[in-house]
């Protein structure tokens, strides 16, 4: 298995099903920058609702660090988390499209010292996420992204 499988069900909002529509159709050359700036490059990632069992994808800020890439549930400091936070927790296994192929990987939320890793990491790549957190009194969960290499990984 190389790609989730399943219903899709876009997004309600259109700049997000139209980002993730472009981007995945010209195989990440277009749709691929978070407001068409080329420091902020995008990933898409696929996950499945913890409620509907469906299919849902978002652009997502393109953190990464040796082929691990990190997901922060920021939803731009907003007091409750990204919808795509509990899909996380119900259902680890998710797709991460970087350029024109889509992986699977695990997701894990990270705390401690390698939450504060990744956050300093991530924040260097976006710092509007600094200003996210001042925002809200919730800590800004940071999920780690590891690539699953074989069949045998998704039972783990």
Do not use: C
């Amino acid at each position: 298995m190389t790609v989730l499988e399943g219903e899709y069900e876009p997004s309600t909002w259109d700049w997000v099903h139209d980002q993730v529509d472009t981007y995945e159709r010209t195989g990440g050359r277009e749709a691929n920058l978070l407001r068409g700036r080329p420091e902020w490059p995008i990933v898409v990632i696929t996950s499945r609702g913890a409620k509907s069992g469906k299919l849902r994808k978002n652009p997502v800020m393109r953190v990464e660090k040796d082929g691990v890439y990190a997901a922060v549930a920021s939803k731009g400091g907003d007091p409750t988390h990204p919808v795509w936070y509990y899909n996380f927790l119900a259902h680890p296994v998710v797709q991460l499209q970087d350029g024109p192929e889509p992986h699977l990987y695990r997701a894990r939320l990270v705390e401690g010292a390698e939450r504060a890793e990744w956050w300093e990491r991530s924040v260097a790549q976006y710092a509007p996420y600094a200003s996210y957190q001042e925002k809200t009194d919730r800590e800004i969960p940071v999920f780690l992204l590891e690539r699953i290499e074989d069949d045998a990984e998704l039972s783990a």
